[in-house]
């Protein structure tokens, strides 16, 4: 059986590069095949699947739409132009302010809420929008790791290690995370420089954009807000960030109703949502929850551990550098869940504190997701929004900006945590 998910998982991911306009196709058929032949039972298929994300994604499409018609993202466009001197600064200040949002709030809701502006910019400068939203899209994946509330994963080590939100910032007299997260954000500023150095056409606004309706700005900041509250609540349903997402552009929809009466408005925002990414995701939960299923997660996690031996130089080297390789194709949530336990049992047999591995392994699996449009969540979003605005991404396209993002951050943070915490 673990033979024929591994088989069947490569085969996917061939398909996902050949074939980029069949990815939903091609990853629910593949879902389909691991659930007839048992790899994925029928009974854990609706729990495979995480609905928190995915009601995350269908909420907020919604909202942003009307985000967009209201022209908030084109006047913030507007101010970024007049603080950037050139185009290549513009996309730097973009990522650098969706990082900065995805250190609170979900990934995927950053992307999908800082995306529009960087379309808009794109638009108002005629210049392809594709490395702005692949910037904008891997560092909103980038600082999940920075606070307790920025990613699944952090919450899942805070709750295991039992660490407070002050615990990311100063820990046992050291430097937390956070910092060996913001050091790895500093230094793809450089990378950008070089990546994007030929992008110095002079940027401005001369004309300010007129926003009419501020209603759809006051939910996406209302639901900013409340995902920021909702990560502080304990033992909360796991949907509830998909609830909230939800709720605010249903209440977007209704005002829309009773201010135009436009119901061929509303079917149509309906009817044109990105569902083809909704599809994909859903796909790809099914598939990583077979391979999950089979034991190949259980069995990388004890093969890292068993390369590392009693060298915690090298478990650590082994750690992070492993996780980002993992990450970058299988969902980092069941294996951060099964690696912690894995690595506080190493430690504890070593007689050493866990957080240097703990640190490493969030770090490495956080980070990791960036090397790929497949990797993360929020890549998968913002690659589905380019392409509903007709450009397609390669994977050539994104690991051209994902991998040097991805070696920087790490490189970063690897260092700093192997200095402070050893």
Not at 5 to 16: K, T
Not at 112 to 122: R, T
Not at 318 to 324: K, N, P, R
Request: proline share 4%; glycine share 8%; charged share 15%.
């Amino acid at each position: 059986m673990k033979t024929l998910a591994i088989i069947l998982f490569v085969a996917m991911y061939v398909g996902l590069i050949a074939f980029p306009k069949k990815r939903a196709y091609i990853a629910l058929g593949v879902a389909a095949i691991f659930i007839v032949t048992g790899i994925l039972p029928y009974t854990k298929v609706v729990s495979a699947v995480d609905w928190n994300v995915l009601l995350m994604i269908f909420g907020t499409l919604l909202l942003v739409d009307y985000f967009i018609e209201s022209k908030m993202p084109n006047l913030i466009a507007d101010h970024l132009l007049d603080l950037a001197p050139n185009v290549m600064w513009v996309t730097i200040y973009m990522s650098l302010f969706s990082g900065l949002i995805s250190a609170f709030i979900d990934n995927v809701a950053t992307l999908l809420m800082v995306a529009p502006v960087g379309l808009a910019i794109c638009k108002k400068l005629k210049i392809n929008p594709v490395p702005m939203i692949i910037s904008i899209a891997v560092s909103s994946n980038l600082q999940g790791a920075a606070t307790l509330v920025g990613d699944t994963t952090s919450i899942m080590l805070g709750a295991y290690a039992k660490m407070d939100f002050n615990d990311f910032f100063w820990m046992n007299g050291r430097l937390g995370i956070f910092f060996a997260v913001e050091l790895g954000a500093i230094l793809t500023v450089p990378i950008m420089m070089i990546l994007f150095r030929k992008d110095k056409e002079p940027v401005s606004a001369e004309e300010k954009t007129v926003v009419k309706d501020y209603v759809p700005t006051i939910m996406m900041v209302a639901h900013v807000v409340l995902l920021m509250g909702a990560s502080f609540i304990q033992n909360k349903p796991e949907i509830t960030n998909g609830v909230i997402c939800l709720v605010c552009s249903l209440i977007g929809i209704v005002w829309e109703y009773f201010k135009d009466h436009d119901v061929d408005r509303i079917k149509n925002v309906v009817k044109n949502l990105d569902y083809d990414t909704v599809l994909l995701l859903t796909g790809l939960f099914m598939v990583i929850g077979g391979v999950t299923e089979v034991g190949l997660v259980d069995d990388l996690a004890k093969l890292i551990v068993k390369a590392g031996g009693n060298n915690i130089f090298l478990l650590f080297t082994i750690v992070v550098w492993s996780s980002v390789l993992i990450s970058a194709f299988i969902d980092n949530i069941p294996y951060v869940a099964t690696m912690l336990p894995v690595l506080q049992g190493v430690t504890a047999s070593l007689g050493i504190a866990p957080y240097l591995l703990y640190f490493g392994l969030l770090c490495g699996a956080t980070l990791g997701g960036n090397i790929t449009p497949v990797g993360a969540s929020c890549n998968i979003a913002g690659v589905g929004m380019l392409r509903k605005e007709g450009y397609e991404v390669s994977f050539k396209d994104f690991t051209r900006i994902g991998i040097p993002f991805t070696l920087a951050a790490v490189i970063g943070a690897y260092v700093f945590l192997w200095v402070l915490w050893r």
